[in-house]
C-alpha cells in the first residue's frame, strides 16, 4: 500500500453509512524509523470527531476533535506503545459512548463521544509517516 521510505502514507477509507457501535476499524501499520507522527482521523463533513495522533518526539498520543474549524481540548494521559520500526496492530472499537483504542491486542485509552451524528462519520483517514500494510472495517 505505501513504500518503506520516510514521506507521508496518506489513505481514504470511506465508510458507508457511518459509524455504529460494534464497527472496529483495524490498522495493521508501522511507523517509519526516523518519523515524526501520524494520525488517524474519523472525520464528519469537515469536522474531525477524533484526530488520534501518535507523536514520536513526545512519546504522546494526542486525542482531539475538530468542530467547525477548532480544535477542542487535548487528551494526553497514557502510554505510547509505537515504536519506529515495529509493525502494530491498531483496533479502534466504536462504542455507545466512546471509542476504546487496542494496540497489539491490549487495551491503552478511550475517548469519550463529544458529537452525536455518527452514522455521518463517513470517512476514516490515515496519514503520516508509517507504512500502513492494511486498514480495514469489521464488526464484532
Ligand atoms: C495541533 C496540530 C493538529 C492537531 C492538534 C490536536 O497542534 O497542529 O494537527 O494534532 O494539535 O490538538
Not at 44 to 57: I, T
Not at 86 to 98: A, P, T
Request: charge should be negative; aromatic fraction near 10%.
Amino acid at each position: 500500500m505505501a513504500a518503506p521510505v520516510k514521506g507521508m502514507t496518506s489513505f481514504e477509507l470511506p465508510l458507508p453509512g457511518g459509524i455504529s457501535p460494534r464497527l472496529v476499524i483495524t490498522i495493521d501499520g508501522e511507523p517509519v524509523p526516523g518519523g515524526e507522527w501520524f494520525k488517524v482521523d474519523f472525520i464528519k463533513g469537515s469536522d474531525v470527531v477524533f484526530h488520534f495522533n501518535p507523536r514520536f518526539a513526545e512519546q504522546t498520543i494526542v486525542r482531539n476533535s475538530n468542530l467547525d474549524g477548532c480544535w477542542g481540548p487535548e487528551e494526553r494521559e497514557g502510554g505510547f506503545p509505537f515504536v519506529e520500526g515495529q509493525r502494530f496492530e491498531l483496533k479502534i472499537l466504536v462504542e455507545e459512548d466512546s471509542f476504546k483504542v487496542a494496540v497489539d491486542g491490549t487495551h491503552l485509552l478511550e475517548y469519550g463521544h463529544r458529537v452525536g451524528g455518527l452514522e455521518e462519520v463517513t470517512l476514516l483517514l490515515v496519514k503520516g509517516d508509517i507504512v500502513l500494510h492494511s486498514a480495514s472495517p469489521s464488526m464484532i
